[in-house]
């Protein structure tokens, strides 16, 4: 094909005319392989010595591989991808505000079966603590006065977290966090569900889980409980997953 390509220069009278008249290597190896390659196919009127073709083909060969080269630096940029860094799955929730610390009194699954919606009950004083009743189960509710009655609410304030009425077993609530923020006192909480690779107990259930937070830890006069959650699914032992 390159024979073909210079015999058509040659032919419409372009070859050395298609050159600048300077010493420049490259220009010089071009016109050089014109007189070569015009030799080959018999053209006359070109004559190059074999010391031509020797520094013709030396020229051709190094700049032949500077252009090698550039190429594949660029084609290695264009094609090399951004290295990303990871972003590690947080094992925990990370609270906003200043951190709180807490204690379990207690924790259970039957517990509030008049409401469906998760919700935080703040007490601060033994009068409230009636006011469970109607929102725990009989099974739980002497286990439960009996741990809120141990409470110093001089000390201590207690929160109650209400999962909501289940269908089934295999949810639960736990508290993982308790932080201040501002004039409001957040609970962390995780909301199990149940596995998929495990059977659950046809039977109704109203996970809750119930806390205390030291008084001295800052707590404002007026505080107001929100409560944040997040779902989380048990995996199964790598022999049982599917």
Request: with cysteine.
């Amino acid at each position: 094909m390159a024979q073909a390509v210079m015999f058509i220069m040659i032919e419409i009278g372009q070859c050395d005319r298609g050159f600048p008249d300077t010493d420049h290597p490259l220009i010089w190896s071009g016109r050089t392989l014109c007189g070569l390659f015009a030799s080959s196919l018999g053209m006359r009127g070109y004559k190059v010595s074999s010391r031509d073709i020797e520094g013709a083909l030396l020229r051709a060969f190094f700049l032949t591989a500077i252009i090698i080269l550039l190429g594949t630096g660029a084609c290695s940029r264009e094609i090399t991808p951004t290295a990303v860094a990871p972003t590690a799955t947080p094992t925990s929730v990370v609270p906003v505000g200043t951190v709180l610390p807490f204690q379990t009194v207690e924790q259970g699954i039957y517990g509030d079966y008049s409401v469906r919606q998760p919700r935080a009950v703040l007490i601060t004083s033994p009068q409230d603590i009636p006011s469970l009743n109607g929102t725990v189960s009989p099974e739980s509710r002497g286990l439960v006065t009996a741990q809120l009655q141990r409470v110093d609410f001089q000390r201590y304030v207690a929160i109650v977290v209400f999962r909501g009425r289940k269908a089934t077993h295999g949810f639960d609530v736990t508290v993982e966090a308790v932080a201040r923020e501002g004039d409001k006192l957040v609970v962390y909480a995780q909301f199990w569900e149940p596995s998929p690779s495990w059977a659950v107990a046809n039977e109704a259930t109203s996970p809750f889980h119930i806390i205390t937070v030291p008084r001295d830890a800052g707590l404002p006069e007026d505080v107001e409980i929100v409560l944040r959650s997040r779902p989380v699914t048990p995996t199964p032992p790598p022999a049982q997953r599917p």
